[in-house]
Structures are given as C-alpha cells and as structure tokens.
C-alpha cells in the first residue's frame, strides 16, 4: 500500500503548486487560435479521399495559470437512444451527481414515458438534430454513429459557461468521476487535447484504429480543440461515411487537425468477452475512469448481478476513489506465499513465490471482443495453471468500513466455488 501512497503524494503535491499558482494570478482563458483548413482544399475530385492537411501543433512556451480543474468544469454528453434508455440509465444512475455533473444524454427522439418528468437522479436529455443529409455507407454499422459523433459539436454549441473539457460516453458506460477529473488535472485544458483509450483487443485496434480513442471506455477532449473540431466535423462526417463507429469518426476528424490521442490507462472499452477477473485483478496503477460493456462480460463479484457488483465496487470507490482496483502486494517469505490485492475488489493468495511482473500480468480470464480467441490483447496475459496447487486462493470485497478520520478497511471473503481451492485452502492449515 505504501506504493500507492507514495502516487498520491506526488498527485497532490502537484495540485498543491498549481493551486499556489493560482493565488497569484487571475484565471485568463488562453484559446488557441489556428487557421481553418479550407475545404475545398482537403477534399479531391472524387469527393472521397482527404489530403490530410494537419494544423501546426505548437507546443507554446508561455506560462498559463489556472485554477485547479473540478467536476463542474466537465460537460458530459452521453449517447443514448430512447430505445436503450430505458435498461441502461441504471448504469448513468450509478454515476451521475444531480447539480454537481453536467451534461445530458442525447437521444434519438422524446422520450414518451417522461413526458413531465425526467428523473432528477439522471442527466438530463436532448434530443439529437437530424442526420438523414449525411450518407453512411458502412456495411455492417449503424447510422446513428453520425448522430453520436456530433454529440460534441451540438454540445459546444449550447455554449454553457466554464467548459473545460467535453466528455462523451455511451449511456452504458460507467464513470468514476472523481477521478476523471484528477487525470484531466494533469493537462492544461487551454491546450488541444484528445484524451482516452484504446480497445484492449487488438483486433479492434487493427480494424478500427489505434490512433482513436474508444467511445464506450469514454474520452476528453479540451475545449480549444473542440472548437477546432466543431468547425470541420460536418465535413469530416462526409468524408468517412465508410466507418463503423462514431469515436472512429471522431478519431478521424482529430487526426485531420492533427492531435494524437494522448493514452490514459484508466480508460476501459471493455472489449474483452467473458470474465473481466484477470483484467480488474491486475489494473495498472492509474485512476480508474471508466468501465464499459458490462452488459457483455460475467459479474465482476460471481455472486452478484453486474448492477449489484457494480453498486458494491463504486461504495468501496467512494471511501477511496484514487486507491479503487489499484493493485499491490507483498510476499510471506517464511510460507512461501504472495498476495495481490486490487483494492475494493479482490485478493489473491498463491502458495508459491510469485514475481512481481507475473503478479502484475493480467491472468487469462477473458476473451476477445471479436472473434472470442485467447490472444492478442493490448497488454500481457497469463494463463491460469490447471494445477489446482498453482492456483490463488481467490477472495472477493465483502465490506468497506471507515475507521477514523483518513482511514478504511475493506474486507474480502473467499470465493467458494471449486473444489480445489478449498482443498487446498485447507492444506494451508486456514479452516
Ligand atoms: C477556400 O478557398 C477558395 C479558393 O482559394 C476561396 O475562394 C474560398 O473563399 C475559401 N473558402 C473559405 C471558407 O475560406
Ligand atoms: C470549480 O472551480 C471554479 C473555478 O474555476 C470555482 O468557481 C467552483 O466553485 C469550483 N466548483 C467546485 C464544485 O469545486
Ligand atoms: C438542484 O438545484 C435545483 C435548483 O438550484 C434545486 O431546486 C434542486 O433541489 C437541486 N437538486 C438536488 C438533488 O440537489
Ligand atoms: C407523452 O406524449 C406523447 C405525445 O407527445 C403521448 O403520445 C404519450 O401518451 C405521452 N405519454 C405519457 C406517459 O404521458
Ligand atoms: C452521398 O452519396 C451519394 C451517392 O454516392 C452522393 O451522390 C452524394 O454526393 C453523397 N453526399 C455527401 C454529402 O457526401
Ligand atoms: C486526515 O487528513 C486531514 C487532511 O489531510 C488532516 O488534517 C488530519 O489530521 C487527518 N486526520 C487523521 C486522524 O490522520
């Protein structure tokens, strides 16, 4: 743990200097003014293909002070349909704060079920502009990935007060805000910024891109470069009528500008099939942002559904957002075991001398989003041993109690379900 304090530490000293800063000079709004690619210029004859101009992007040597970066500097657009609203609001539920997270889901048409009233407890809804003037010729999509990708574009222009960064999910994605907002601290908002993750299968990546970041894990983009973006989306929309996706629109759009994805590990797609075990065991020690798909892959606590697995993890998060899924852990020399604990979800004891790098290395419980295979993911794995001795014993969160002031304790309790484990539980002498 004393890692992970360690992190914090550092995170804070941080803001400490950017929050000293900040007594000093007033907060000035910095905007980055480039030139808009003409575009008769970018397209060609055929009306398809893009010259890819690219802005300059200059990396500026001035000094900018600001006040240190909050929730309400965030506006979140979330595509829905009211088709899907319905089931997954309860995922939105879990995260959205009313009168402290801004933003709305936007949907396809009303909704007629709420006609007077929209649950306080939820983003509030718009309903999208029209698209039916844009083709879309991908052949196995859906043509509301345009309506979604210019959820940015119709939320820049309600022109809200304060906007920092502009965030888009999918109204299955399932936010740690707290920590959103301490990743996107680390960046100057006046800066262009793109701001995401990656799917973890890389057959995704290979079809899609790498170069973009996933919708549904969730992404940033700084409002200087959405008012870049907003001047040219139309028209990039255009251009890539043949991709799938809207973030792959995006992605496109972004890259035309000429600004990278800038990776964040706490981001998660959630492109994987089966058991997000060994993914959520061995999480990266960054801020958990985001988790997606959930509809798709087993209950992260096997006793549980995924709405009441996800209700105990964000109330251990919200005893210690920073420390959520972050993994450690130590070896008992003398017994010769190791443990690994991913805080507020799981610990692992092995009866054997495990090294760090192998801790560290995801264990092989899932599958790819695509083609259901064993391999290739963005990030290592390992496989689980059949030797029943090889084996952690696993166990699960069971509590999360606050002790004093700073302090909390989670309990985790074992996962009864193979008859190994207990076997070898009881060979260790510890029931
Ligand atoms: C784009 O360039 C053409 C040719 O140089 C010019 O006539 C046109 O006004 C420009 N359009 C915009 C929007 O700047
Ligand atoms: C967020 O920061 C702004 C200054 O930019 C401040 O006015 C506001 O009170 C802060 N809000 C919260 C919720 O901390
Ligand atoms: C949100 O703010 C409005 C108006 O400021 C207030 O009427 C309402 O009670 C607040 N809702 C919550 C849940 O705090
Ligand atoms: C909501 O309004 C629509 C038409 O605007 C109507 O057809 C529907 O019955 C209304 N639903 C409720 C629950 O009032
Ligand atoms: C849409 O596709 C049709 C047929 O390929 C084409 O004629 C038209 O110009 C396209 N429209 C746009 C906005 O790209
Ligand atoms: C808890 O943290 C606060 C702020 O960091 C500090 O002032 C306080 O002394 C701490 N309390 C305990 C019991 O450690």
């Given at each position: ?11 804070s ?10 007594i ?5 709004r ?28 200059h990396?500026?040597?001035?000094q ?19 088709k ?22 936007w ?24 698209t ?37 999910g ?55 470069l ?206």
């Open positions: 743990m004393k890692g992970i304090l360690l992190i914090f530490l550092l995170v000293v941080s803001c400490f200097v950017i929050f000293l800063i900040s000093t000079s007033p907060e000035s910095w905007v980055v003014r480039i030139p808009v690619c003409n575009e008769t210029v970018i397209g060609d004859n055929s009306g398809r293909t893009v010259l890819p101009y690219r802005y300059p992007f990396h500026h040597h001035h900018y002070y600001y006040k240190k970066t909050n929730i309400s500097h965030i506006l979140f657009g979330i595509g829905g349909s009211s899907t609203w319905k089931e997954r609001r309860h995922y939105s539920q879990l995260w959205w704060k009313p009168n402290i997270t801004r933003g709305f889901v949907l396809d048409e009303k909704p007629d079920e709420h006609n007077e009233s929209w649950p306080k407890n939820l983003p509030p809804y718009r309903v999208s502009e029209d039916s003037r844009f083709n879309y010729t991908n052949l196995y999509g859906s043509r509301s990935a345009i309506r979604m990708a210019r959820i940015v574009l119709e939320s820049y222009r309600l022109g809200l007060e304060n906007v920092r960064w502009f965030v888009m999918d109204d299955d994605t399932v936010f740690f805000t707290e920590n959103l907002v301490t990743v996107l601290s680390k960046y100057d908002h006046n800066q262009m910024y793109y701001i995401g993750g990656n799917s973890e299968s890389v057959e995704q990546d290979m079809v899609h891109s790498y170069g973009m970041a996933y919708g549904g894990g969730g992404f940033a983009i700084s409002y200087p959405v008012t870049e973006l907003v001047k040219v989306l139309d028209g990039c929309i255009d251009r890539y009528s043949d991709l799938y996706g809207s973030d792959e629109r995006i992605g496109a759009c972004l890259n035309e500008i000429g600004v990278p994805l800038t990776r964040e590990l706490g981001f998660h797609q959630i492109d994987i099939r089966g058991d997000p075990y060994g993914l959520l065991a061995a999480h990266p020690v960054a801020p958990l942002v985001s988790l997606h798909h959930l509809d798709y892959v087993k209950p992260i606590f096997p006793t549980s559904t995924q709405m009441d697995s996800l209700k105990l993890l964000v109330s251990a998060y919200k005893t210690d957002p920073s420390r959520t899924l972050q993994q450690s852990f130590c070896h008992d020399l003398k017994r010769k075991w190791s443990v690994s604990v991913s805080w507020g979800y799981t610990t692992q004891i092995y009866p054997s001398l495990l090294t760090a790098k192998e801790l560290g290395t995801a264990m092989l419980t899932f599958q790819t989003w695509g083609s259901w295979s064993h391999d290739p993911f963005l990030f290592n794995t390992r496989d689980m041993s059949p030797e029943p001795c090889e084996q952690p014993l696993i166990y699960f969160l069971d509590r999360v109690d606050e002790i004093g002031d700073n302090e909390t304790m989670t309990s985790y309790k074992r996962h009864h379900v193979d008859n190994a484990a207990r076997l070898l539980l009881a060979q260790a002498g510890m029931e």
